[in-house]
């Protein structure tokens, strides 16, 4: 993940990661409105979606 936000500006990977894990937008198309590779959107939405499950597991438990 550092390797994309040190490639994008953090406020660009913020925006996508709000439009995967927010707006439920498919990670590929979460960067069609910025100059993203679609693979770095996979990568950004998979790491999002990870960490997310990862808090939400912590406070169940």
Not at 12 to 39: K, N, S, Y
Request: net charge negative.
């Amino acid at each position: 993940m550092a390797t994309v936000v040190d490639r994008y500006e953090e406020s660009v990977v913020r925006a996508v990661i709000h439009r995967i894990l927010v707006d439920g937008v498919p990670f590929r198309t979460a960067v069609a409105d910025h100059e993203i590779v679609a693979l770095d959107g996979v990568r950004i939405g998979t790491v999002a979606t990870q960490t997310l499950d990862e808090l939400n597991t912590e406070q169940l438990a």
